[in-house]
């Protein structure tokens, strides 16, 4: 085997739990973009297949792509496996049609903020009128009057229920597939207001514990907000126990203008500072215990009190999958060093995606796990040039600050770059000023707000947290004005004309990953130019959609002149895409037609009868009238009843070729019910 070969293969082996989980979360995306639900059948066949000649390819070939390829392919037959076990254990959503006006009765075990409202997390005891063995088990409400009513409380409300809303939109978030896999069987909205129920506290045991925790939360959150002080206090409740329904839109509006809005989600941020202080200040006091310190390694007890730490504050803040996933990415690094294990290495970071994955392959779709690791992986390799650089070097004893002024400059830097993709493919933005930002912030995050939240809950058994909450409060305060000021900033936001299609993004994953594996300067130029030239070349020929109607009424729609415009034409009941939420609704086009010059030629909106109906010669006309307008045979009518029918409709035109017309499918995958009347 030549020197290069085996170069290659001793890289495959130090790096070879990497790759494997890179296979597993490859074969995850696949399953869940899958237009179809794959079969068992030809599934296990192709799986058995690729399986057993990766195995095999991995034993006899010495090339390393070979290897590289085998290794990939056995983890994505994996990941693929798991995530349809995960599908089919679940039961087939039970609301296909919509319930209501009715009587819901149950418990509520969380309260959300929302644009229209606070949104109630309940379980569900009865619905008038509907059986128990069609009946949701949980569902949310958006409940649009004062709120009375508290977690843990039976609560009767006047509702009406729909199955949770599949993207009408391509390419647009599945917000179904979430609610599948996280057991939300209905969504809806309150008519009135919700108000108490005779019933008490559920007499189950594991029910009861639920409801106990939420009432502990909800109190906890209630006690931070009034201690914090009235400016910061609802920002405090939500860093506290991840109950952010006492902020306000404004103030969660600036922080995700300014590129802070990561301190909004119990994240890896949250259960690092949390878990790092509790090592940090654990390790340091048995330290000065000598008789321990001299028999056993102090960090190994500070890091399974840092891990039990951390699971309070999982449990204490909601346990969403956001941070499940961080609990799980903090167990990997303090086993790691309960294992005498580098903890920071790509090693741990495979171990951590692999049991993400396995517990929550759905995950992998979420712009939560896909910026969370793509920041954590350039982090962990930057750490590791930084530490050859230093060892290069031979540098001396460096001075603490400014290494910590380094870090940080460097850590906002990388997560930055690292994070933009995914946050310009979800989102459709990206914060430039987000890195001054949290150059601003993270300090007194890191330096105060943290040590001061940890100096409450210490002295909170005897009475004495509140001064440390009010200098809690005041830190975040600042934090706030940091928002504020940046989000008001000239070119703060940056905003894509277009959406980013899937393609591209998959190029630029894949680009991340080789610019954090691959060695030396100039194979990362390489590799950083090629990705670049890909992207483009990605985005410029991938089909473009020139035009969607929502069932909500609004019409998105890119013309030659203005690009992007959203139209409001038409009163529906259904939700907008997230894609492109950002712009602001125009109705113009109400109560008059309306004429675009578009990519597929000219598109026409009316809402007139008759002869009124033809606003000129159009290649596709959006009709909101009454009866078809005669000029309907010699254009693409697309009407408002067909429209709503279709659940929505986009018009798709592809690099070559003409448009075509494309609507949402049901019943092809489990979390895709076809609606029943």
Known sequence: MSEGGAGGVLHLVLNGPLY??????????????????PGWGGGVAAGACIL????LALQRTGSFVIRLAAMLLVGAVCGATISKLHTQIRAAPPVQSVIGPAMVEGWVTAIEPGTKGVRLRIDVHAISGVASTDMPAHIRLTHSLSL????????RCWSVLRPPPQPSMPGDYAFNRQAFFEGLDAVGYVQGRCRGGPLGT????????????????????????DAAGERAGGFAAALAS??????????????RRSGLAHLLAISGLHLGIVGGLVYVSTRRLLALWEWLALRIPVQKPAAAIALIMSGAY???SGASISTQRAFIMAAVFFGAILLDRSPLSFRSFAVAMIA???IQPHSVMTPGFQMSFAATGALIATYLVWREHDETRQAGKRNRYVFSLQSLVVTSIIGAAATAPFALYHFDRVAPGGIWANLMAMPIITFISAPMAGLAMATAPIGLDEPFLRLFGWSLEQVLNIAHWVSARPGSGLTISDPMPALVLVVMSVGLVAVCLVTGLRRRVSALAITTSLAALAWFSAPRTILHWSPSGEVLIRTNAQGWQKLDVADGDGLSPLTLADLSASDVCKGKDCIFETAIGRVAISDMDGEAGCPGRASVILYTGVTAPPCAQGAGLISWSDN?????ISLVKPFIGPYRRSTPKCGQRKWQPCLQE
């Open 644 to 648: 709503v029918a279709a659940g929505g």
């Open 242 to 255: 991840g109950d952010r329904s006492f902020m306000s839109q404004e103030d969660m509006e600036a922080l």
């Open 20 to 37: 494997f989980a890179l296979g597993l979360c490859l074969g995850a995306m696949v399953y869940f973009a899958s237009p179809v639900e």
């Open 52 to 55: 057993g000649g990766g195995i």
């Open 356 to 358: 993400v994955i396995l």
């Open 148 to 155: 009375n009513v508290a977690p843990g409380r039976f609560v």
């Open 202 to 225: 559920r007499a189950g045991l594991w029910d009861h514990a639920k409801t106990l925790l939420a009432v502990t939360r909800r109190a906890l959150a209630v006690h931070v907000k």
């Open 314 to 316: 999982l449990l204490l």
